[in-house]
């Protein structure tokens, strides 16, 4: 699993030699910001998931800041924030505000998203933040908690799963041990 990360993920190099990133090398280049184990993934899968519902640009600025403060892997974090993009953002955010209506008590109406095909960038990005603020309390609320829920399976299931396979890699070790050791006693 480590190998598979560190081909797809930038290295510690490639950061450095960045041109937007060098005044801040010194926090950026932290050494357990780019160190792979089974806590730091769990955790940066946390981080990327809960600042994945972040609104708007900040996404990648907050799992970014999450990561010093949590001194998990970074670019991890930051890949982990896309599962949020313009074809599953709606879907989440509803599904954040009928969590939020339910635990408030209910009574809350939700209003369609703005129609946003041709607009600009800037009227995109105006039209979806009256909407979100439209929702107000139950949105919030749902959004916290999804967040929260998000991130805590996600650490449990990166938890598990590098268990899992940590597990079956020693017995694949051990089973080789046990061969070798057996073709060894029977060819003397």
């Not at 699993?1 to 190099?13: E, N, Y």
């Not at 009256?130 to 805590?152: D, E, H, I």
């Amino acid at each position: 699993m480590r190998k598979l990360l560190k081909r797809v993920l930038p290295d510690h190099a490639s950061v450095r030699n960045n041109r937007w990133l060098r005044p801040l090398g010194s926090t950026l280049l932290h050494p357990s910001l780019w160190h792979l184990n089974r806590h730091s993934a769990a955790g940066a899968v946390a981080v990327g998931l809960f600042c994945g519902l972040i609104p708007g640009p900040f996404q990648m600025m907050g799992a970014a800041l999450g990561c010093v403060v949590f001194r998990v892997n970074l670019p991890l974090a930051l890949v982990t924030t896309l599962y949020t993009n313009p074809f599953t953002i709606v879907p989440l955010y509803l599904l954040a505000f009928t969590l939020g209506d339910w635990l408030i008590g209910g009574g809350s109406h939700f209003v369609p998203p703005p129609e946003i095909t041709g607009m600009p960038i800037t009227q995109w990005m105006s039209a979806m933040s009256a909407w979100v603020v439209g929702l107000g309390r139950p949105l919030l609320l749902g959004l916290l908690v999804l967040a929260n829920s998000l991130a805590v399976t996600g650490y449990f299931l990166v938890r598990g799963a590098w268990r899992v396979h940590l597990m079956h890699a020693w017995r694949t070790r051990q089973k080789k041990r046990r061969a070798k050791n057996n073709k060894g006693a029977t060819g003397s």
